[in-house]
């Protein structure tokens, strides 16, 4: 009992305007998506729709392959599930290797949807097909095997944001690589509009599903779901940019031509620095580093969480003169900023506590009876971002901070609270996704032209929306932070360019021993991005002033390395930089 819809045979992606053609062709792949899996040893199984704890499995349409039609034929008895099941469509039209999806509702009434699960495949992998995976939030990415899965960062989606996570599979977010020796097969979503894009995996089975929240389908109605590319070939980048070719589609990336080179005073002066010490710094940038333009000021000049335009200690109570002097010495103000959140002490909270997301109870919900409560005067309450009078106020804030107060870019952080899970929002029918891009949109319409950094983000739920991407967990003057944090961002380095900008955090040349620094140096440059000097530039050496010099003198383009993440290279206008890492023992080979 399937349906099957012929699919138009593609040619050449459109070519980007500015950019190279695609060397790639859609209808190399028009048997493709589901003839590919096949023979790979991925079995397709079915489509469903989770609706209060039962399961209903739905037919799916595939392309117009006689073999693919047969799979789903043997494997797609719909629907079954409890009695008088809601009668709920899932579709997928298949183009090449991409698929657009909708979910329509046929039945007299209401429904509440919970999962959609786009397609459930039965593999045959091996244990050892090495894996990536991205994070729903930034701070989470996953590596090694389908067999032993590996945290790249303590702070897990599961674990310490305790986003829920079916037994028996490790669950990703955006996109999930799986490489064996000559092949790869990459399961991504192209979008993420409204809802998120989770891929389950297990040594059997992977999952494409869509977390719904909850909110209700109504009779007739139909949902475009998000946009999904499975690919497979033997060239790891080449996948990226096939699924970031159809991202770009969906979310067209703001148009940023380089990324930023500039000094953070938080790495050398946290919570504690003074004007004099950033007073002290322009004037080496002025006089010795033309090649830095930004000065970040970070956390810590505000009160409390959530008041961004109060008084505090910081700088004597006067963070704005702080910010008219950089602009005197023709630099430009950065300025961190936690837009999504407040505690309970903030005079937004006080004042206006209908702005923030609830709980069951109704009552503002306190992160930390979800997932992880904050780390400095939490815990935290998340504003809502599909309330109309929070979205003004956003729109306010940061046309104050950038109209009135001259701030030229934002690195926003503890965005993922915008997002967060289990949440009711002020508009029913708003997702989490939903509820943090119109507050996102209400962010951009008061910032005008600044350039916008995403920091401990829900990733996808971030394209379009940011100029800029930290790509790594904060950096730490240790051979042990260096490393782990550099596979980090060498891991996300497709994203450069593409998505967005990687951030991999701030260069530091003091305080680490020679073998230490010499990886940072490599790695800084494999990443390609943002650099951010993260030193007292008035204590630097002339020769690390120069290593710097040379760092923010460095293309944007990041490394293509293979697999190990061991050998490299960068393409230079005048020449291809080779480089080779020893991840193994603690002395890099350079």
Request: net charge negative.
């Amino acid at each position: 009992m399937v349906n099957t819809v012929p699919v138009q045979k593609s040619t050449n992606c459109p070519q980007r305007s500015g950019g190279p053609k695609p060397s790639w062709q859609l209808g190399d792949f028009w048997t493709g998506t589901v003839l590919t899996i096949l023979a790979l040893g991925l079995t397709p199984l079915a489509s469903c729709v989770f609706v209060h704890g039962s399961t209903t499995v739905l037919p799916v349409i595939v392309s117009d392959s006689p073999a693919a039609a047969d799979a789903y034929q043997v494997r797609s008895l719909a629907p079954v599930g409890v009695a008088n099941a809601p009668t709920l469509k899932v579709e997928l039209q298949w183009s090449g290797d991409h698929a657009t999806a909708t979910l329509r509702n046929e039945g007299e009434e209401a429904v509440p949807v919970h999962e959609i699960v786009l397609f459930d495949w039965q593999h045959k992998l091996p244990g050892d097909t090495a894996f990536y995976g991205e994070g729903f939030q930034m701070l989470s990415q996953t590596a090694g095997t389908i067999a032993k899965p590996e945290d790249l960062e303590q702070y897990t989606d599961r674990g310490h944001y305790k986003l829920p996570e079916p037994a028996g599979f490790r669950s990703v977010y955006g996109v999930a690589m799986f490489s064996r020796p000559d092949s790869r097969l990459l399961v991504g979503f192209a979008s993420c509009r409204r809802f998120v894009g989770r891929i389950d995996v297990s040594t059997t089975r992977i999952r494409a599903v869509l977390d719904a929240d909850g909110v209700a389908i109504e009779p007739g109605e139909t949902w475009p779901l998000e946009d999904l590319v499975v690919a497979s070939g033997p060239d790891r980048d080449e996948l990226f940019a096939r699924l970031s070719y159809w991202i770009e589609r969906n979310h067209p990336r703001r148009p940023w031509p380089s990324p930023p080179r500039g000094w953070c005073s938080w790495y050398c002066f946290g919570p504690e620095v003074t004007a004099k010490n950033v007073i002290d710094n322009l004037e080496v940038i002025k006089n010795e580093l033309p090649e830095l333009d930004y000065v970040q000021i970070d956390d810590g000049y505000q009160p409390t969480m959530g008041d961004w335009l109060e008084t505090g200690k910081a700088f004597g109570g006067d963070v704005r003169n702080v910010i008219a002097e950089i602009k005197k010495r023709g630099l430009k103000p950065a300025l961190w900023v936690a837009p999504f959140i407040a505690s309970a002490e903030s005079k937004l909270f006080r004042d206006h506590p209908d702005w923030f997301v609830r709980g069951e109870d109704g009552k503002p919900l306190r992160s930390d009876k979800v997932g992880f409560g904050g780390w400095r005067q939490g815990p935290w309450y998340c504003l809502d971002g599909s309330h109309p009078q929070a979205q003004k106020h956003l729109s306010s804030l940061f046309r104050t901070l950038h109209e009135d107060w001259g701030v030229e870019y934002f690195k926003l952080d503890a965005n993922y609270w915008g997002a967060i899970h289990a949440a009711q929002h002020f508009d029913p029918k708003a997702t989490r996704v939903e509820a943090y891009r119109r507050g996102m949109a209400a962010v951009l319409a008061g910032a005008g032209n600044s350039f916008i950094l995403g920091c401990n983000h829900p990733m996808w739920a971030s394209l379009g929306l940011i100029d800029g991407s930290r790509s790594s967990m904060d950096i730490e003057r240790s051979w042990e932070s260096v490393a782990r944090t550099g596979r980090q961002n060498l891991m996300r380095a497709w994203q450069n360019g593409r998505l967005w900008w990687n951030d991999p955090d701030c260069v530091l040349l003091t305080g680490l021993d020679p073998k230490t620094l010499a990886l940072h140096r490599s790695l800084q440059l494999a990443c390609g991005g943002m650099v951010l000097a993260g030193d007292d530039l008035t204590r630097l050496s002339p020769d690390e002033r120069g290593m710097l010099r040379e760092l923010a003198r460095s293309a944007p383009r990041a490394a293509r390395f293979d697999d190990t993440l061991e050998h490299g290279k960068v393409e230079l206008p005048d020449r291809t930089l080779h480089l080779q890492l020893d991840w193994s023992d603690g002395k890099p080979v350079h």
